[in-house]
């Protein structure tokens, strides 16, 4: 399992509590230390899409008045390229799925089995 994220943000820190609580163990991935590249980026809207994975409601895309620019999918992709901080975080990957977000009731259902 592997955690992308960034370690300040609320959400990815409830993540780490719940794998801690659970005795999970994941590998995890700072955007700002290792930027994510295109093709994982494309990767991820496959098992997931693009408007999840973009933060909306973000500081960041508030930040870079991204909401004016009417982006169309290419211009998401090209901003989440050049600025991993507009992703909705945590992004897991864990298996053959990607979860998007910190939902405690949806990790007990994925996670504790």
Same mark, same amino acid.
């Given at each position: 399992?592997?955690?992308?994220? %960034?370690? !300040?943000?609320?959400?990815?820190? #409830?993540?780490?509590? =719940? ?8 590998? =995890? %991935? *700072?955007?700002?230390? !290792? ?6 980026? #494309?990767?991820? %809207?496959?098992?997931?899409? /693009?408007?999840?994975?973009?933060? !909306?409601?973000? !500081?960041?895309?508030?930040? /870079?008045? /991204? #909401?004016? +620019?009417? +982006? *169309? *999918?290419?211009? #998401?992709?090209?901003? +989440? ?5 507009? =992703?909705?975080?945590?992004? %897991? ?21």
């Amino acid at each position: 399992m592997k955690i992308y994220g %960034i370690k !300040t943000c609320g959400s990815v820190r #409830k993540a780490f509590a =719940f794998m801690k609580d659970n005795g999970i163990s994941y590998e =995890f %991935i *700072d955007f700002r230390a !290792t930027p994510v590249d295109e093709s994982k980026i #494309k990767e991820w %809207i496959d098992k997931s899409s /693009l408007d999840v994975l973009l933060n !909306t409601k973000g !500081t960041k895309y508030k930040t /870079l008045n /991204l #909401k004016e +620019l009417n +982006l *169309d *999918d290419n211009g #998401k992709l090209e901003w +989440l390229v050049k600025e991993n901080m507009l =992703f909705k975080r945590p992004v %897991i990957e864990f298996e053959d799925k990607l979860i998007v977000g910190f939902d405690e009731n949806q990790y007990m259902q994925i996670f504790i089995k």
